[in-house]
């Protein structure tokens, strides 16, 4: 998790890091990058102009499924994640909404930025349409795997990652972290970001 002495800093810091490790991905690192260092606070979901979000691919404890939430706002199945509102700690965000959104205990959170997505969320019950900068960390699944659907979800559901890969039904970047995790020990050039 990050410092607290400087939270920005840090995070300026993890996505270098991140854009490191896939340079595919350096323009939409550098989306986020102005997104921090404008003016403003991106912490929060009242600043309309965009936001910093936080989501987790959840894994189980063997690494060949996640589980998914059937998002009741949007109507798709998704990682679990949500708002940072106020928190900068992002990756302490993913862990307390991977919990808070699956009920699974003894969850752990690997360390590092996994996956960066920037995406336009619709007009909903008078909020006006504006964007996501979702901060995507990788949370792993204790031995229990007894998940509870929360009221943020029509359901919740174990899905082999594998077949995520390569399912059109599926949110592209879902899709993207599904080949992410099953290539991480590969060399071959990552997919690049849409944002």
Partial sequence: MQD???????????????RARWPAEA?????????????????????????LTASSLVVSADGARTLLTHHRKL???LQPGGHADGDRDLARVALREAGEETGLPGLAL??????LDRHRIPEHKGVPEHWH???????????????IVSPESHDLAWRDIASLADDPVMDG???????????REATAPAVAARC
């Fill in 173 to 183: 970047s879902l899709r993207r972290m599904a080949r992410k995790w099953l290539g």
């Fill in 27 to 51: 323009g939409c690192v550098e989306l986020f990058l102005e997104l921090v260092q404008a003016p403003g606070n991106p912490y929060v979901r009242e600043r309309l102009e965009g936001h």
């Fill in 4 to 18: 607290s002495a400087d939270p920005t800093r840090a995070l300026v810091a993890a996505l270098h890091a991140y």
């Fill in 110 to 115: 690997e360390p590092g930025i996994f996956d």
């Fill in 133 to 147: 900068y979702d901060m995507r960390y990788i949370v792993r699944a204790g031995a229990d795997e007894r998940f």
């Fill in 75 to 77: 109507g798709l199945w």
